[in-house]
């Protein structure tokens, strides 16, 4: 949805300036905007014609917000509707609000995908904040919500089962940032004290559980903004209802294998050892302290982009709650307080640190006691940064056995030490568990509290992260037997690493290009004897920022990347955000079901000049180097057709004709496009197939969340029966390929082979032993066997079939 904007003005300088104001407030001027302002020969007035002409151009399908300044400038725009076409007429809203702070609104909401008469709604109360700042009489301004003098106050009932935990905690905070009002937040229900909510920390100790009452109160120039934020995002339950489910405290008591590979050695029972605080070291302490931390951050800010590569950013906000503590002005307010009293920076990051911690170990829920271990988290990674240590240098070594763990955990376990960890609870999407396959760190996960504490009572563990399998004190057959499949894997690992620069051939002579998943250059290195990027995640240059990357930046960004593949092949995907993955300057309208609304391709459109930049950068480096530019999300044949058409503007603007190297294509994640490629084939060079989001939207079972992680298995022959789709809808012409999770498992290669697969793209840590996969397939076999899993009821006979 692009709702367009007109600005009718007497005066062209005016409008031209408030039109550059609004475009401060709108990142990417991605709202469709005209002008009509003044007369021809540079005086003050209105021409009917030219607004008429101005509606129209702004008309995108969507309608189209008219603002008006003075007198007559409502009647041109009155006669001006008379002029356009009935069907541009009817979708024309005149709008009565302010010029200035109605258009900077209205900018604002449309480029959020608001409809028109919601930006028109949004324009028309542009000066509640004002009227309330300044004590004017405030209208009404919806439920829930009061304005009364310079202050905005509401009230809203928590409705989350766990809460205002940390992630909506962090939501809450970042929904706040950078608006010019000051708020605080008050459970009512215990009677609590008021606490800042540009404050993590103090939010968290609010102890919000499900169904508390929370008071508002803002003052400020955004207080009005604040609120309706803030309203918004609790009647959204703060986005958890598309974030991953809180951690399930039931244990399943099935061992579910989680992270592959053998580990074996004495039992470590689960719990984080405090890092000691290190002596005090002289120097500027303010310094050291904002040194350690931007470590940290930086640190945090990759785990973060990590996890949002292998499981979604939506779960990895959960490291952001972190980076927000950091960064906590009222955290930070009373380390430097400790500093100026004379502590040193260690023992004052401790202190304040264990303060938040503490409070929040005395919260009545037990979710939120649990947040104190990540409290303990940031406060013990800023001190090793400054030097501290784990007390015992030796007493983390051995099998972790945990009831969970939190990603921050599974974040800093050092895989060294760690030879396999064994969870009461959790699942194999969890956070942890991806974390721990990342990481190369074999896990089991799901074995029941019982299990558990009888591995804790255990000397010595033997596990098999592949198989589920959990011994405890194994004897000297079981010992040998787990020691010789360790060895077997280190060998196959080793001899696949030995051949991961040789084509990956089958049996029977046929070449499958197995390129890499990056985000980064440094994947980009990791990914040894990748043939290609198979999928260069670009979204990761669009989060964490307050405005998005400019063409040149995101032109470096790229050439970066293309560098450090050093003239192979990269698979560009543009900005696949929106809905689960949201971002600060795209203010997007609050959404039932993100990952079926506007995301990937969808909102690259409905931000057309957002998709321009990105494509213009692309387009300047595919000059250099070889490219795939690939549309993500793509569900009908028309939004391809305008983003081919997009590409084909960005290389008219680059001016330097079409590049030889660029190739096009579309990820295949809607189940719709898979049995529609024969329609899409004629205009790409190849599909890519995102088996991740092609698997939640085959089976309706959501991604990340674990309630429905059993369901969401990419092995379902459902699933299995839209990539052979895929492949037959592609024709000779168009190479299928796989870049979900799916293609990094080596047990899957034969079968998507099979299916007519042609290319896989997978994690850096899996290039090689996927490579040495394919080279053990028997083209005629494989298909076979693809036969029979597509005749398979369910993904468990599938799973039987591979193994
Ligand atoms: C996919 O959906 O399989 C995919 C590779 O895209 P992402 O995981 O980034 O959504
Ligand atoms: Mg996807």
């Known amino acids: 949805m692009t709702v367009g904007i007109v600005v009718v003005s007497h005066s062209r300088a005016l409008a031209d300036a408030a039109v550059a104001l609004a475009g401060e407030m709108v990142a990417g001027g991605a709202v469709p905007l005209e002008v009509a302002a003044g007369l021809d020969d540079g005086g003050f007035g209105t021409d009917a014609v030219a607004i008429s002409e101005a509606v129209a151009g702004a008309d995108q399908g969507d309608g189209v917000v008219v603002l008006m300044d003075l007198g007559s400038a409502v009647l041109s725009a009155e006669l001006a509707l008379e002029l356009v076409d009935d069907e541009v007429r009817e979708r024309a809203v005149l709008c009565p609000a302010p010029l200035v702070e109605g258009l900077v609104v209205a900018a604002v909401s449309a480029a959020g995908g608001a409809s028109r008469a919601e930006v028109a709604a949004e324009a028309a109360d542009a000066l509640l904040a004002k009227q309330g700042h300044l004590g004017a009489a405030p209208e009404e301004a919806g439920p829930g919500r009061a304005t009364t003098g310079a202050e905005e106050t509401a009230s809203f009932t928590v409705g989350m089962p766990h809460g205002l935990h940390a992630r909506p905690a962090a939501a809450l905070v970042q929904a706040l940032r950078g608006l010019d009002a000051d708020v605080r937040l008050r459970n009512v229900t215990v009677d609590g004290p008021e606490v800042s909510g540009a404050s993590l920390s103090r939010v968290a100790t609010l102890g919000a559980l499900q169904g508390h009452e929370i008071a508002v109160r803002a003052h400020g120039g955004d207080a009005a903004e604040a609120v309706r934020r803030l309203l918004a995002l609790a009647g959204d ?35 984080a050892t405090g890092v000691v605080v290190p002596a005090p070291v002289p120097g500027d302490q303010r310094r050291r302290l904002d040194e350690a931390r931007a470590g940290v951050r930086d640190h945090l800010q990759a785990v973060r982009d990590r996890a949002a590569r292998e499981i979604g950013a939506a779960e990895a906000a959960i490291f952001d709650a972190q980076v927000l503590l950091l960064d906590d002005p009222e955290v930070v307010a009373d380390v430097v307080a400790r500093l100026e009293a004379g502590t040193d920076a260690a023992r004052a990051w401790a202190d ?25 988290d940031v406060r013990d990674q800023v001190l090793r940064a400054l030097g501290g240590v784990a007390p015992d240098d030796t007493a983390g070594d051995g099998v972790l056995v945990a009831d969970d763990l939190t990603p921050a955990e599974a974040a800093v376990l050092d895989p060294a030490r760690t030879p396999a960890v064994v969870l009461a609870g959790s699942s194999p999407t969890a956070h942890a568990a991806i974390l721990l396959r990342a990481r190369g760190v074999p896990a089991v996960v799901g074995v029941g509290a019982a299990l558990a504490a009888r591995a804790r009572e255990a000397g010595v563990l033997a596990v098999d992260g592949s198989t589920g399998e959990v011994v405890a004190d194994p004897d000297a057959a079981t010992l040998a037997d787990f020691r010789a499949r360790a060895d077997a894997l ?21 070449t499958v290009l197995v390129g890499v998943n990056v985000g980064s250059p440094a994947d980009a290195r990791a990914g040894v004897g990748a043939d290609l990027a198979g999928l260069v995640r670009t979204e990761f240059g669009f989060l964490d920022r307050h405005e998005a990357p400019s063409v040149d930046e995101q032109e470096a960004a790229y050439r970066a990347i293309g560098k450090a593949l050093d003239g192979r092949r990269m698979t560009l995907r543009t900005l696949d955000v929106g809905g ?41 480096v595919t000059h250099d180097h070889p490219v795939d530019v690939m549309f993500p999300m793509v569900a009908d044949v028309d939004e391809l057709a305008a983003a081919r058409r997009a590409l ?86 168009v190479l299928v390929a796989v870049c979900g ?23 850096p840590g899996s290039v090689a032993t996927v490579k040495q996969a394919v080279r053990d397939v028997d083209l005629a076999r494989a298909r076979e066997l693809a036969t029979a899993a597509l005749a398979c009821p369910d993904a468990a006979a599938v799973r039987a079939l591979l193994a």
């Open 580 to 620: 689960d993955k949201p971002l600060d300057y795209l203010p997007m309208p609050a959404e039932a079901n993100p990952f079926l609304g506007v995301r990937g391709i969808r909102l690259a459109l409905a931000r057309p000049q957002l998709l321009a930049d990105q494509l213009q950068a692309i387009v300047r």
């Open 648 to 733: 084909d503007e960005a290389v008219d603007a680059v001016g330097r004709g079409r590049p030889a190297d660029l190739r096009v294509g579309i990820m295949v994640e809607v189940p719709a496009a898979a049995l529609k490629a024969a329609a899409f084939a004629p205009d790409v060079d190849f599909f890519s197939i995102g088996t991740n989001d092609l698997t939640q939207y085959t089976l309706a079972a959501e991604r990340g969340n674990d309630a429905v992680a059993a369901l969401a298995d990419a092995l379902d022959p459902g699933v299995l029966a839209l990539i052979a789709a895929t492949a037959q809808g592609a024709g000779d012409d």
């Open 352 to 376: 304040a640190l264990d303060d938040v911690a503490d409070r929040l170990a005395g919260a009545a829920d037990e979710y939120l006691r649990a947040r104190a271990a990540d409290v303990r």
């Open 490 to 510: 280190t060998r196959h690992r080793d001899e696949a690493a030995r051949r991961a620069h040789e084509p990956a051939v089958t049996r029977d002579g046929t």
């Open 741 to 763: 999770e799916l293609a990094g498992d080596e047990q899957a290669a034969a079968l998507l082979l099979g299916l007519g697969v042609r290319e896989l793209s997978v994690a």
């Open 237 to 271: 339950d703060f986005g958890e209802s598309a974030a991953v489910a809180a951690p399930a405290p039931a244990v399943t008591g099935r061992p579910v294998p989680a992270s592959p590979g053998i580990g074996i050695g004495p039992v470590r029972a689960g719990g």
